[in-house]
């Protein structure tokens, strides 16, 4: 089992890297092997809806987008980790996410995901929800801990102080690997994957 996390801040080895290897540690512990992917600083472009990737596939922008979405088949579960700007996701998660799901959100399907965020003071709660609208608008069962999956402080060593904040990312990280071993029992005992109907689109005029 593997386990791929997403690091939507700027900073490398700031905050929500610091979150996220907390995950991972716990992840790892119990035999799941994990991937750290960074967005890096490279400005990330948003979805134009040209709705091209339905023909292709892919994005017709080449960027990290392509090249994760090529490679969801090693994944069987997902945390998407990014610092709170202004009480919302970071613009590069949000552009990146936007367009992933838009390209392969049915090749989620199944596949545990959860949400981590970092910040100083405020805004946690809305960046998690924001976040976790990913999940459930394309069957992931979302993988809880035992408070709302934030941390908090300014710098990695705050963090590092954040006592109940670290053990929240531990707490997900068991859950994930548990969650992910309960999956995979039931496909060896032969416990039938959900079957869905072709999906129906309306608006709210017609």
């Known amino acids: ?26 992840l790892q512990r119990r035999g799941v092997e994990t991937e750290i992917v960074y967005l890096g600083v490279q ?53 990146f996410l936007d367009r992933l799901f838009y390209i392969a959100g049915g090749r989620m399907a199944g596949k545990p995901g959860a949400a981590v965020v970092s910040c100083r003071r405020g805004g946690a709660s809305a960046a998690f929800d924001q976040l976790n609208k990913y999940f459930t608008i ?18 990695p060593e705050q963090v590092l102080q954040d006592k109940e904040g670290l053990q929240t990312m531990r707490t997900l990280g068991e859950n994930m690997a548990w969650l992910l071993q309960c999956i995979q029992a039931g496909d060896q005992a032969g416990v039938a994957r959900p079957q869905y109907e072709p999906k129906i689109k309306t608006s709210f005029i017609c």
């Open 1 to 26: 089992m593997k386990v791929l996390l997403l690091n939507g801040s700027p900073h490398e080895r700031g905050c929500t890297y610091t979150a996220l290897s907390e995950v991972e540690k716990a």
């Open 138 to 155: 394309s069957n992931m069962p979302i993988v809880p801990s035992q408070y709302w999956n934030q941390v908090h402080g300014n710098t």
């Open 43 to 95: 400005p990330v472009a948003g979805c134009i809806g040209c709705g091209s990737c339905a023909k292709t596939g892919r994005c017709f922008r080449e960027d990290l987008v392509n090249e994760v979405a090529g490679r969801l088949d090693e994944f069987d579960g997902l945390v998407v980790g990014s610092p709170v700007h202004y009480a919302a996701a970071s613009g590069q998660i949000t552009s």
